[in-house]
């Protein structure tokens, strides 16, 4: 189980995210009610199933805290199920189970609407039967992986005489599509070790989507190596079902195994996304899926063969094994 996090004051909007994949979860944030800053929000990403229990603690009884919990439609679902939330204690609690997947909102206010002061909020959460997929044996379990100078993430053997160069996004239909000719050439060359396979994350289609989706893998990999090829599966898998939505990276986490919370921390500093599209905009990547080379250890290039320049789009599958082949060795 996991929860996503947007803090919202009433001026500022401030942004954190907490979460982890487990069956048993809390969650412990900090808020102040200022005179000008009269409540705060929270919204919570939340699955049907969930059991949450919201508790506020005020720091000095000069506040009393009211707690409103609202549905992803905007309608208040309750407020404080504990009636001695006034007059001094400055405790307040909610327990709900959540029926509909969404984005739920929680505010804490000052029941006075007077009296000011900080408080924690502790998010206490459960969800049974968590179950999560098993991808320890993805397809490119025993292929070399490496990454290049810039960090982009590489199959095959290194001393390949080309690299095939895919700039793609999870979420482009076009990617789909053309992923079962990339599936080929790894299958035929880079498992022989004639080709190695450098993958560019280049959002397009899945905008912000993309960009969080490859922080998260990316940060998989530095928590445990191989996780950057078994998010790539994943996530192709869950634009193709149909599931490649909000929810995606708290799926990603708990399909992997590892902590939500530790990867949503891990991706404010992840960079390899911007990396590779700068990398690709500097060699005159427009869209998805594009293919470009590397002939040993030279510069990325479009194909040309007989005549035609391949910049634009998907390359067949015959150009590429003719451009495979011809870069062998005699």
């Known amino acids: 189980m996991s929860i996503r996090i947007i803090v919202f ?13 487990a069956q048993e979860e809390e969650t412990t944030l900090q808020g102040e009610i200022t ?10 990403s939340l699955d049907v199933g969930t059991t949450i229990v919201l508790t506020t603690q005020a720091a000095s ?46 505010r804490v206010r000052s029941f006075a609407g007077a009296s000011t002061g900080s408080f924690t909020l502790i998010v206490q959460s459960s969800l049974e039967n968590v179950v999560a997929v098993d ?39 076009h990617c789909q599509d053309y992923k079962p000719t990339i599936d080929q050439i790894i299958e035929a060359y880079v498992v022989t070790g004639q080709a190695n396979y450098e993958f560019r994350m280049f959002p397009t289609a899945g905008r912000e989507l993309t960009l969080l989706a490859g922080q998260f893998a990316e940060c998989a990999e530095m928590a445990q190596p ?3 090829w078994q998010s790539y599966t994943l996530l192709y898998g869950y634009a193709e079902e149909g599931s490649y939505n ?17 990867l949503l921390t891990c991706s404010a500093d992840a960079t390899q996304v911007q990396t590779d599209v700068g990398f690709g905009r500097e060699s005159g990547v427009a869209g998805t899926p594009a293919i470009m080379v ?12 007989f005549e035609q320049t391949y910049d634009r789009g998907a390359v067949p599958l015959d150009v590429l094994e003719t451009v495979i082949a011809n870069a062998q060795p005699e």
């Open 61 to 106: 009884p000069r506040l009393d805290t009211l707690l409103i919990l609202f549905a992803p439609s905007g309608m208040m679902i309750t407020a404080n199920d504990d009636i001695d939330t006034r007059n001094g204690n400055t405790n307040a609690s909610i327990t709900y189970t959540v029926e509909t997947n969404g984005s739920y909102r929680v």
């Open 35 to 44: 005179a000008t800053d009269p409540y705060v929000d929270f919204n919570i």
């Open 246 to 262: 909000n929810d995606l990276v708290r799926a990603l986490a708990q399909d992997l195994g590892l902590s939500y919370s530790d």
């Open 294 to 305: 590397r002939y040993g250890e030279g510069e990325a290039e479009f194909i040309t063969i």
């Open 226 to 228: 191989g996780a950057f």
């Open 135 to 173: 991808v320890s044996e993805y397809a490119y379990a025993d292929i070399p992986q490496s990454r290049t100078e810039d960090g982009a993430f590489v199959l095959g053997d290194p001393d390949a005489p080309i690299t095939i160069i895919e700039f793609a996004d999870w979420a482009c239909p």
């Open 9 to 21: 004051t009433l001026v500022a909007c401030l942004l954190f995210s907490f979460a982890a994949v």
